[in-house]
């Protein structure tokens, strides 16, 4: 149906759109259809904005795309573009209003061939160096008799039958666990980095080894995604990067403790043959026991000349003479003591036959019978100053009770008390109606005067 007006097909005329309103309808239309969209082509006018956007062109032989990617988004991105190379984004279309542009925002970025995939190789490894993650300092000796074995590796792969079958050989009663991880394709960097975290999770894993076969770098890039790297980096256990061939070189080579140029020969690396255990350990002790022999003799020998040399035989005569110094003077300590011991012990005895002689208890009978005098004489004299104590208190107490106003009281008189408990002396203190109280011999009587 035609959108033209009645008005319009009367006329003959039709209404024009303005360029806002057919740029709005578009845009509505591109967003709607494009929300998720791949595209790949080369970079072209790449420009870093000072707000931290990016601006640059995608084309091909037949076309051209502008794209860009926005400032928090590119946090996310590991490749920053350049000039000249090809890549796969992904994002979804927008129109660009104020030019009537569309354009690609661009959510995901990865390279695409060999020059590409180094330049981002490059790139992720310079912001890695630049943190330290490389730095030989953190690395980790291996332990020399691992009892567990962590392996990181596609569990289909010839890789872990090569693994496997050196481990066994060398040491069998090395216990293996494995953790199986795809090791190249979309996903497979989260798996290793999973995989690792898992076996770090166990507790018990003496030593990691993460691998795979050959192939191109297309193959092996999962092994140089920042979150393997990053994995690597924060393993308890150390870690042996066996990826490729020996000439390929990943990011895991740099960050993990100690790099295998093959998948069997970190095998060997991480485990010692029993049979070759063995024979370090006796050639050890042997050369323990040949150097403690040999020691010995040489202490001997240092011992003998020092014995049959000059300055030995003077110190041990000067060794002797100390000694006989010392016997002397022991002896000449013994004998003041026992001179010492000799005359108290007489003075003790001299002192005991005075004691014997002298009669003690005679001389006590004499002070008991003078203390049983004076004892006697002293209760006499306490009774007396008693009795006469008493008598003059009662003589006191007697005076006393005549001059006291209770007595008074007793022979018929009263004491007059007002309101406020003073002395009434005349009529005149106490007015008509006032209470007062009298107080007699055995009590108080309330009154009120009429």
Known sequence: MSQSTFLERLTGQRRAMSVSELTALVKILIEGQFLDVWVEGEVSNFRRHSSGHWYFTLKDEGAMLRAASFRMQNRLIRLTPEDGITVRARGRLSLYEARGEYQLLVEHLEPVGAG???????????????????????????????????????????????????????????????????????????????????LNQYGSVDVIIIGRGGGSIEDLWCFNE???????????????????????FTLADFVSDLRASTPSAAAEMVTIALDEALSRINGLTESLVHALKYRLLE????????????AFLSLLSRVRNLSQKCDEAVYSIESSFNAVVKRDRSLSEAVSARLRDADIRRAMERRSGRLAVLTTRLTASSDTALNRGGERLAVAAGKLESLSPLGVLGRGFAMAFDSRGRIIRRADDVRRGERFRLRLSDGEIDCTRD
């Open 116 to 198: 590409a995939l180094q330049l981002a190789f490059e790139q992720l490894r310079a912001r890695l160096a630049a943190e330290g993650i490389f730095d030989p300092e953190r690395k980790r000796p291996l332990p020399l008799l691992p009892r567990r074995v962590g392996l990181v590796t596609s569990p289909t792969g010839a890789a872990l039958r090569d693994m496997l079958r050196v481990l066994r050989r060398r040491n069998e009663s090395v216990s293996i666990i494995i953790a199986p991880s795809r090791v190249q394709g979309e996903g497979a960097a989260r798996e290793i980095a999973e995989a690792i975290e898992a």
């Open 226 to 248: 920042e979150i393997v790297a990053r994995a690597i980096y924060n393993s308890r256990a150390p870690v042996v990067s066996a990826v490729g061939h020996e000439t390929d």
């Open 299 to 310: 202490l001997r020998n240092e011992l003998s000349d020092l014995e049959s040399s000059r």
